[in-house]
């Protein structure tokens, strides 16, 4: 019975993935909470200022950006709905994130996937790299235009 | 010291956001569990086939491509491995599918968190597909 199994593999592999989110969604929420306990957003905030400067994404950004950069893209949209419920991200941000995050995410795990079968890893991940970082810039540098004219248009 | 209810205040943000994402895991893979076993995705990778000339792969890799574009990047790793690409070959289509996979998921992911996703959808495939033309002329 094909109809079967394919039932059988929805249903097994919808759970793992659901068990395998929680199991890394929950710790990493309680790593968020006690990072903010101690006030350790501010350390993380200057060790990437270089690059979030460059790409237009404020500090409040810098937990959703990393945790998609290391573990996908799931994650850091789940920091994301976390930061945007405490009200600290604008659409704007949200969306520069999301722009970063779909052109360069999970960095270990797919990049490992890729280079077991021979792809030139390196040079594929620098070129993520530079992609995502081009296209966030440019659209913040966008927005911050828009921004711009917006207020002188309600000016005058 | 961190204090318990912090602690316990970041598990409970887990879990809400853990059934924020299931409700959008869920309903996705199943779908996209029953779109592999439908015609639809040899179909889809048939057409694709003179697309693959263009990034210097053979036609039969437009499989795995559609296989990683649709579904995941474990699903179009199975397809590569029996077409004996060289080491160029795999790096191209390695560079497309790590621009653009999951989309079904991933989009539905985006979603989730407020944005408008039609662009962003579009914008990987066609970076990943440029990235592989200058990959194929200048590597």
Known sequence: MPYLDIAREAITGSSLNVLKMAAIVIPLMIFVEIFKELNWLDRLTSIMAPITRLIGIPPEGNLPLLSGLIFGISYGSGLIIQSSREGKLTLEDIFLINLFLVMCHSLFEDTLLFAAIGARWVLILILRLIIAISFCSLMSRIYKKRRVYSVTSSNE | ?139
């Open chain 2, 1 to 139: 010291m961190v204090p318990f209810s912090t602690i316990k205040q970041g598990f409970m943000n887990g879990l809400k956001v853990t059934w924020e994402l299931t409700k959008v895991v869920v309903p996705v893979y199943i779908s996209v569990t029953i779109l592999k076993y439908t015609p639809v995705l040899p179909w889809i990778s048939k057409h694709m086939e003179p697309v693959m000339k263009l990034v210097g792969l053979p036609g039969e890799a437009s499989l795995p491509l559609v296989l990683g574009y649709c579904v995941n990047i474990y699903a179009a790793i199975g397809a590569i491995t029996p077409l004996n690409l060289n080491i160029k070959q795999i790096t191209i289509i390695a560079a497309m599918l790590l621009l653009a996979h999951s989309l079904p998921m991933e989009t539905a992911i985006n979603k989730k968190t407020g944005v408008r996703v039609t662009g962003l959808v579009v914008l990987r495939l066609l970076v990943g597909f440029a990235i592989a033309v200058g990959l194929n002329i200048f590597i």
